[in-house]
Every structure is written in C-alpha cells, then in structure tokens.
C-alpha cells in the first residue's frame, strides 16, 4: 500500500524535522510505502536559520538514510491560501501522486513508533473490507504538561540534521493520551473516496489564521463520510506539543 501525509509546516521547522527524522526510521523497517506531502506559506520568514524548504533539500540529498527522502514533496502556497487549511488541503489533494492508495492528513509536529503504519493501514484495510468503513483516525500520546522540557530536547539538536531515535528521546517526558480527531491530529482515508478535494468549496468554514486558529474543515472533512472509527494500535504516533500562535503572531516573531 501507499500512504501519503499532507502536512503543513510553519513556524515549527524544528518539529518539521523531527517528523522527517521518524518518517526515516519508519521506512527504514516498515512495508508501507509513504510520500510526504507538505505546504508552506510563499512568504515562508525564517524564525531560525532555516526554513522548510531547507529541511525538505537536506533529507533529499541524502537519499542513502530512508526512501522517504525519494518521496517528499514541498509546495509553496499563497499565504491566503495557505492560512486556511481547508483551502491549503484542497491543494494537496489535486496533486496526490497517482499510485498513493491512502491519505493522512496531519500535521508537522508528529512522531510515530518506526511500525506505526504498518499497523494502522493494515487495521484500516480490514475495516474497510468488513464494514465499509472509509474514515479512520487513532489516539496520540502528546507532551503537555511538560512543554518547557520537551522545548530544551529539541532544542538540543542541531538543525537541518537526521535525529536520532526521535520516539526513544520523546519517551523520557511524561505523556498523556488524547484521541480527538482533530483537524492535525490524524485523518485517515481512502484516496478514491475523496473525489480529488478535501472539501468542496461550500463547505470551506475555516478563519485564515491570520487572525484566528479556529478551524472548522476537520469537523465538515468528517461529516462527508458515513462512518467514522478509531483504531488503536500498539505503535502510537506522538504529539510534539508547542505554543499556540495565530498566523499573524508567527510572521510578527
């Protein structure tokens, strides 16, 4: 099977690159074959010394870490667009690659234990054979309570780099679960079941986060489909917590 992550990244290219080390050990042990599929904003202002195109250029030239280094894909998106994410999505998807057999949306700050996707397609598949179903999301493990510490690991690397054991080093903070299925969190579906758009453009409800981070297109995504389930797995994805910014306050960093 063939997944493809559509995710954005702006602000958190430090998490962005934690998300791209993981993927790497991912494809280095699992059978799924994954594209990273990821946004930015044409604009994109450095916050460091880097950007996302930078993250993206240092895993392409380095080909002989994983194959998602082969796969990853970055668009560069008018802030407009890009600052609502329903609209930013409806990008991707009209330009899934042709073979791509499911699609998760997500976001940039995620980590997955290195058999993750094995697990949850081959769960997804099974549903979908027995029961229809064609929506599907899973629990996270994320870092909230303990935001200032997991901001001095990552501090910690250098960067663009490959991080090592990204998981391994996550696990020394304390987690809690949560298993809402966000807008960022973890959408899962069938790339034929999407009709080639994320939303149609009557149902767009977003706020550009301009202004705002009230995000409406992950409730109206799942209202499109009949069935919605959430599968548990033993390898869990994991949420790099962060600060909470509007568009606005990023570009005014």
């Given amino acids: 099977m063939k997944l493809e992550i559509c995710a954005m990244c702006y602000s958190y290219e430090k998490r962005f690159n934690w998300m791209v080390s993981s993927l790497c050990d991912c494809l280095n042990v699992c059978d799924t074959d994954i594209v990273l599929n990821v946004s930015t904003p044409q604009n994109n202002v450095k916050d460091y010394d880097f950007i996302t195109k930078d993250i993206c250029d240092y895993y392409k030239n380095r080909t002989h870490v994983s194959r998602i280094c082969d796969n990853i894909k970055l668009t560069n998106l008018s802030d407009d667009t890009f600052s609502n994410r329903a609209l930013q999505r409806n990008f991707q998807v009209q330009f899934l690659d042709q073979e791509t057999d499911l699609v998760l949306f997500a976001d940039c700050d995620h980590i997955y234990d290195p058999l993750f996707f094995d697990e949850f397609i081959q769960n997804a598949v099974r549903h979908r054979r027995e029961n229809g179903i064609n929506y599907m999301y899973t629990s996270r493990r994320t870092s909230t309570d303990e935001l200032n510490k997991l901001n001095i690991l990552i501090d910690e690397e250098e960067y663009p780099s490959y991080v ?3 998981v391994g080093k996550y696990k020394q903070l304390k987690t809690r679960v949560t298993s809402a299925p966000g807008a960022g969190n973890c959408q899962l579906v069938f790339k034929e079941d999407l009709g ?21 297109s992950d409730r109206q995504f799942r ?3 009949k069935d919605v389930i959430k599968i548990e797995t033993e390898s869990k994805q994991y949420h790099l917590q962060h600060e909470r910014y509007s568009f606005e306050d990023m570009t005014q960093q």
């Fill in 164 to 166: 090592d054991n990204t």
């Fill in 223 to 225: 209202k499109r489909f």
């Fill in 196 to 216: 080639g758009v994320y939303l149609s453009d009557y149902l767009v409800k977003d706020k550009s986060f301009f202004n705002s981070i009230t995000y409406k």
